[in-house]
């Protein structure tokens, strides 16, 4: 029985950052095992035939405020800057996402535009976000009359084929991740450091796992070889409640079902990513070239579709955050504390709707927990 002094399932951005920082800075042996064919977890990108980069699992753009993460995924590519803006039609017109004071004046005449934007910024302030469940809870009529349109135009059918759900049913921490912004900032983030790899996300994860100290086993299910391996610290950021058996019954999530597609054209679309809160079944098309810049005289869009996650036939994509799931999940955690050297970390493993920045940061603590025991 070969013996590791760590083993990390998932190779997706948690496990990797661990995998990482365990051989790095503690000079520890790793295994890191996923059950994909493939490193990088949902992060994973490939170059296609056409010269395009595509984001397998839908587009991901890489931001932070925090110094610390943003150099040290920097040791391991070189960056793209990109600021992304994103679109929505709504009525049939294209305004920025998310919803602003420029959305504002796509789609109402100027006088009514100018009373609605007067009254926003004396009541909330300029350059303010503000939760759309918050705003709806306004006294004033005005705002109430904004507030339910921006509700039900740009967040209820979008939430509705995202969720399944509709944004009174779901944790704030979902609904408030793209507030209504009183400002003229048309980016969809605000962060200081934005970027893309310039190599790809992929590339940044062999890079990052091209340790001496680093094992990994793609293809390989980490509940099929517990008892072939040893170890003396499981980092687990799978999904909590398959590793404890579904004892508590299983936790809910939404998943994706994405069409990529080959279009002759050399543009579809006026931004990188367009949302369709009102119209098709589909949220969203992510059209790639415009990350990376690439040129090509075709361009490849992907498309998608979200649907309930069923085992055995898509991924777990998004943790469904609302009371009665986050109590399921609390009986998992309160288990996976009394096991010794075992953590479960990553949108998995904490049950936690975690973009990139949040879910290095939730490896960063991880680690310093097992750094401060050593």
């Known amino acids: 029985m070969k013996k590791y002094k760590n083993i990390v399932v998932g190779c997706g951005l948690a496990g990797a950052v661990m995998a990482n920082k365990l051989a790095n800075e503690l000079n520890e042996t790793?295994?890191?095992?996923?059950?994909k064919n493939h490193l990088a977890g949902t992060c994973y990108d490939y170059k296609n035939e056409y010269g395009i980069t595509v984001h397998k699992y839908g587009p991901h753009i890489f931001r932070t405020n925090s110094k610390e993460i943003w150099q040290f995924l920097s040791q391991y590519t070189q960056w793209y800057p990109?600021?992304?803006?994103?679109?929505?039609?709504?009525?049939?017109?294209?305004?920025?996402?998310p919803f602003n004071l420029n959305s504002l004046r796509k789609v109402?005449?100027?006088?009514?535009?100018?009373?609605?934007?007067?009254?926003?910024?004396?009541?909330?302030?300029?350059?303010?976000?503000?939760?759309?469940?918050?705003?709806?809870?306004?006294?004033?009529?005005?705002?109430?009359?904004?507030?339910?349109?921006?509700?039900?135009?740009?967040?209820?059918?979008?939430?509705?084929?995202q969720w399944d759900y509709?944004?009174?049913?779901?944790?704030?921490?979902?609904?408030?991740?793209?507030?209504?912004?009183?400002?003229?900032?048309?980016?969809?983030?605000?962060?200081?450091?934005?970027?893309?790899?310039?190599?790809?996300?992929?590339?940044m994860f062999e890079n990052m796992l091209n340790h001496p100290l680093i094992e990994v086993k793609l293809?390989?299910?980490?509940?099929?070889?517990?008892?072939?391996?040893?170890?003396?610290?499981?980092?687990?950021?799978?999904?909590?409640?398959?590793?404890?058996?579904?004892k508590y019954g299983k936790l809910p999530y939404r998943s994706l079902d994405i069409k990529i597609e080959t279009f002759d054209t050399d543009k579809f679309q006026n931004a990188p990513v367009v949302n369709y809160p009102e119209n098709y079944d589909f949220t969203?098309?992510?059209?790639?070239?415009?990350?990376?810049?690439?040129?090509?005289?075709?361009?490849?869009?992907?498309?998608?579709?979200?649907?309930?996650?069923?085992?055995g036939k898509n991924d777990r994509i998004y943790p469904i955050l609302n009371e009665a799931n986050q109590a399921i999940y609390n009986r998992y955690a309160a288990d996976a504390q009394k096991m010794p050297n075992t953590y479960f970390i990553g949108r998995l493993g904490a049950y936690r709707y975690y973009d990139m920045n949040r879910t290095i940061a939730n490896a960063f603590e991880t680690f310093n927990i097992i750094k401060n025991k050593r």
Not at 113 to 138: D, M
Not at 141 to 150: S, T, V
Not at 176 to 198: H, L, M, N, T, W
Request: charged fraction near 30%.
């Open 30 to 35: 790793v295994l890191v095992v996923d059950r």
């Open 82 to 97: 990109f600021m992304h803006k994103v679109l929505g039609v709504v009525d049939g017109i294209e305004i920025p996402i």
């Open 108 to 161: 109402f005449p100027t006088q009514l535009a100018n009373t609605l934007e007067n009254k926003l910024i004396q009541t909330f302030g300029f350059n303010k976000k503000i939760p759309i469940l918050e705003l709806r809870r306004t006294e004033d009529k005005d705002l109430q009359f904004l507030a339910e349109y921006i509700y039900n135009k740009v967040f209820l059918g979008y939430t509705l084929k």
């Open 166 to 203: 509709t944004p009174e049913q779901l944790d704030p921490s979902v609904t408030g991740s793209v507030p209504v912004y009183i400002s003229r900032d048309d980016r969809y983030f605000q962060e200081k450091y934005q970027a893309i790899p310039r190599l790809g996300y992929t590339k």
């Open 219 to 246: 293809e390989t299910d980490f509940l099929n070889i517990k008892e072939t391996v040893a170890w003396e610290r499981l980092i687990y950021t799978g999904p909590i409640e398959e590793f404890f058996g579904y």
């Open 284 to 311: 969203r098309i992510a059209e790639y070239k415009y990350f990376l810049n690439e040129k090509s005289d075709k361009t490849t869009l992907s498309f998608e579709y979200p649907e309930n996650f069923e085992v």
